[in-house]
């Protein structure tokens, strides 16, 4: 899986022109989507969405230093 910092990106319109390239990105990796230019959305699959959490938590439990969201 790609770094979300590393990821593609595509302007908001490609999800209309070029979904298709838009959507087999986002079977393996996040895609940052940008609205004039800046960063807006990140679009990815449920699969790439589940794994990306599953790492997180296995770094938040190695690490020791987990927070709950809103805490």
Do not use: W
Request: with cysteine.
């Amino acid at each position: 899986m790609t770094d979300l910092a590393m990821a593609p990106i595509f302007p908001v319109m490609a999800l209309s022109k070029d979904s298709k390239e838009v959507r087999d990105a986002a079977r393996t990796s996040p895609v940052r989507i940008t609205e004039n230019g800046r960063g807006a959305y990140v679009f990815m699959s449920e699969g790439v969405l589940s794994d990306l959490v599953r790492r997180e938590r296995e770094t938040c439990a190695r690490s020791g230093s987990c927070h709950r969201l809103g805490s």
